[in-house]
């Protein structure tokens, strides 16, 4: 084999990306993981889930301390230093995780290519920058992931309207922050520049935030928002963005009729798009969906035999969980291992306070589609644990089968519902019935208990919540 052929070429270096690379070097295969950025770790390290997370767990410092109150501590007004919030995500967080991959990759002996990658044919990639020549694959993994789509209607020339790559980049805190879309991405955004201290305005085009969620794991999220934005005007339509010098001047046509407001920045957050395109797919067999989604089967192959897909560019839901065991399957099955995408719960979480995570059946799409089930619910007013940190605002439901109170999804509203999940993840993989749960001991005082006294309401009656049987 020549410098240039590899077992496997790997497009795209983030979540789905380098496990997949990771997992077909454990495998023993020679492997090339190639990405246009120099930095490894793909939208999820450097412009995602990581420096939004880390965001959001500055805003929870900034809530936290304002409503320490109730348990008699005072703190001032906090001093925010924008350019030491800047440098501790660009340095001590996704510096260090990027590096962090850059050493695996190494230890394992993948070879890294920066460059961008496009197919020349189902067996030769053409690398161009700062590395130009060819390669050859006996198999290539797509997961070139996907960017923020942004309508034409709301493109115009001026760095104040914001994608959210650059609201991470936190230009200024403005003091009138206008959120144009009620998806995890524009209410996490949201979150963080609120507590920061810009006065925001939430505006979703649907009936409903969170399109998809439970409507009662919505609540509690939405009562809590309404208090800390400006507003949150749903069935509003952005009509157009005008750029003018005291702010972008926008036409919203909502229930209040048409009005124009002005605002300091706009942040455009209404979906992703797959970066499917300009990959040389032409060239292949390859197969797109009308959304532009590569088309795979169960082991995530393409129609072209040597080319695999996963991630982002293979379809919903995009989140990077579900890229990285997409990934893992990809590369066993590369490696000849049985391996296929069969998963009955990927887990979702909304980052927010409360959090909002869920996994499995939701209640709606179970009633849906006519399917017979049981909802077991525990709201988190009778939670001790919940009680102690003042957070009361949650609730914790099952979806089970109305029959065997079989487990088939898990929602949760409240602090820390995305740590909680995981509970649920794996009840639903396991075929848990409510009984499991119930009569699985959970530490007190914990939020996790609340799953297990939503389960124990299956058969009769939380230990802490009594209803009265007529
Ligand atoms: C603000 C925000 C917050 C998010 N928060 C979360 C979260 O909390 N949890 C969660 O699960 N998900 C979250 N996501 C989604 C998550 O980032 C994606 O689902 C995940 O990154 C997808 O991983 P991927 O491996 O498919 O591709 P990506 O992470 O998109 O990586 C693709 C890589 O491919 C490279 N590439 C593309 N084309 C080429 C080419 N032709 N040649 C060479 N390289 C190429 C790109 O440079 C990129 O590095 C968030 C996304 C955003 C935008």
């Given at each position: 084999?020549?410098?240039?052929?590899?077992?496997v070429?790997?497009?795209?270096?983030?979540?789905?990306?380098?496990?997949?690379?990771?997992?077909?070097?454990?495998?023993?295969?020679?492997?090339?993981?190639?990405?246009?950025?120099?930095?490894?770790?793909g939208?999820?390290?450097?412009?995602?889930?990581?420096?939004?997370?880390?965001?959001?767990?500055?805003?929870?410092?900034?809530?936290?301390?304002?409503?320490?109150?109730?348990?008699?501590?005072?703190f001032?007004?906090?001093?925010?230093?924008?350019?030491?919030?800047?440098?501790?995500?660009?340095t001590?967080?996704?510096?260090?995780?990027?590096?962090?991959?850059?050493?695996?990759?190494?230890?394992?002996?993948?070879?890294?290519?920066?460059?961008?990658a496009?197919?020349?044919?189902?067996?030769?990639?053409?690398?161009?920058?700062?590395?130009?020549?060819?390669?050859?694959?006996?198999?290539?993994?797509?997961?070139?992931?996907?960017?923020?789509?942004?309508?034409?209607?709301?493109?115009?020339?001026?760095?104040?309207?914001?994608?959210?790559?650059?609201?991470?980049?936190?230009?200024?805190?403005?003091?009138?922050?206008?959120?144009?879309?009620?998806?995890?991405?524009?209410?996490?955004?949201?979150?963080?520049?609120?507590?920061?201290?810009?006065?925001?305005?939430?505006?979703?085009?649907?009936?409903?935030?969170?399109?998809?969620?439970?409507?009662?794991?919505?609540?509690?999220?939405?009562?809590?928002?309404?208090?800390?934005?400006?507003?949150?005007?749903?069935?509003?339509?952005?009509?157009?963005?005008?750029?003018?010098?005291?702010?972008?001047?926008?036409?919203?046509?909502?229930?209040?009729?048409?009005?124009?407001?002005?605002?300091?920045?706009?942040?455009?957050?209404?979906?992703?798009?797959?970066?499917?395109?300009?990959?040389?797919?032409?060239?292949?067999?390859?197969?797109?969906?009308?959304?532009?989604?590569?088309?795979?089967?169960?082991?995530?192959?393409?129609?072209?035999?040597?080319?695999?897909?996963?991630?982002?560019?293979?379809?919903?839901?995009?989140?990077?969980?579900?890229?990285?065991?997409?990934?893992?399957?990809?590369?066993?099955?590369?490696?000849?291992?049985?391996?296929?995408?069969?998963?009955?719960?990927?887990?979702?979480?909304?980052?927010?306070?409360?959090?909002?995570?869920?996994?499995?059946?939701?209640?709606?799409?179970?009633k849906?589609?006519?399917?017979?089930?049981?909802?077991?619910?525990?709201?988190?007013?009778?939670?001790?644990?919940a009680?102690?940190?003042?957070?009361?605002?949650?609730?914790?439901?099952?979806?089970?089968?109305?029959?065997?109170?079989?487990?088939?999804?898990?929602?949760?509203?409240?602090?820390?519902?995305?740590?909680l999940?995981?509970?649920?993840?794996?009840?639903?993989?396991?075929?848990?019935?409510?009984?499991?749960?119930?009569?699985?001991?959970?530490?007190?005082?914990?939020?996790?208990?609340?799953?297990?006294?939503?389960?124990?309401?299956?058969?009769g009656?939380p230990?802490?919540?009594y209803?009265?049987?007529?």
């Amino acid at each position: 084999m020549t410098d240039t052929q590899y077992d496997v070429a790997v497009i795209g270096a983030g979540p789905g990306g380098y496990a997949a690379a990771f997992q077909a070097a454990d495998l023993g295969l020679r492997t090339a993981l190639i990405d246009q950025d120099p930095q490894l770790g793909g939208v999820c390290l450097l412009r995602g889930c990581i420096p939004s997370k880390a965001l959001l767990h500055a805003a929870r410092l900034i809530t936290d301390a304002e409503e320490a109150q109730v348990f008699g501590i005072q703190f001032g007004k906090p001093q925010l230093d924008l350019a030491a919030l800047r440098q501790r995500i660009k340095t001590a967080i996704i510096g260090k995780l990027t590096k962090g991959v850059q050493t695996l990759a190494s230890s394992r002996k993948v070879d890294v290519i920066h460059a961008r990658a496009t197919l020349k044919n189902a067996t030769t990639l053409t690398l161009s920058g700062s590395e130009s020549r060819e390669l050859s694959f006996a198999h290539a993994i797509l997961a070139t992931g996907s960017r923020p789509s942004i309508p034409a209607s709301l493109k115009i020339d001026d760095p104040r309207v914001m994608d959210s790559t650059s609201a991470l980049e936190l230009p200024d805190i403005p003091t009138r922050l206008l959120v144009i879309g009620g998806g995890y991405i524009g209410l996490e955004l949201g979150t963080v520049y609120q507590a920061l201290g810009s006065e925001v305005t939430l505006v979703e085009a649907l009936p409903r935030l969170l399109t998809g969620v439970d409507s009662d794991l919505v609540r509690p999220l939405q009562q809590r928002m309404q208090r800390r934005f400006k507003a949150i005007r749903l069935d509003t339509k952005v009509e157009k963005l005008e750029a003018r010098k005291d702010g972008i001047a926008v036409s919203l046509t909502g229930q209040a009729g048409n009005t124009t407001e002005v605002f300091d920045r706009v942040l455009v957050a209404v979906g992703r798009r797959p970066n499917s395109e300009q990959l040389g797919l032409e060239q292949t067999k390859v197969a797109i969906s009308p959304q532009g989604f590569v088309q795979v089967d169960h082991q995530r192959r393409t129609a072209e035999p040597t080319i695999f897909a996963i991630g982002d560019v293979a379809g919903e839901p995009m989140l990077a969980h579900k890229a990285t065991h997409e990934g893992l399957i990809a590369a066993r099955v590369i490696a000849g291992r049985q391996a296929a995408f069969d998963v009955a719960a990927i887990p979702a979480v909304v980052f927010t306070d409360p959090e909002i995570a869920w996994c499995g059946l939701t209640e709606e799409a179970a009633k849906a589609s006519g399917q017979a089930v049981t909802v077991a619910r525990f709201p988190w007013a009778a939670s001790g644990r919940a009680t102690t940190l003042g957070r009361n605002d949650g609730v914790t439901k099952l979806v089970l089968d109305a029959e065997y109170g079989r487990i088939l999804g898990v929602g949760i509203c409240g602090v820390g519902a995305g740590e909680l999940i995981s509970e649920g993840v794996l009840a639903v993989e396991m075929g848990a019935v409510a009984e499991d749960m119930a009569g699985s001991i959970h530490p007190h005082p914990t939020l996790s208990e609340t799953l297990m006294e939503a389960a124990e309401s299956f058969h009769g009656q939380p230990t802490h919540i009594y209803t009265s049987k007529r």
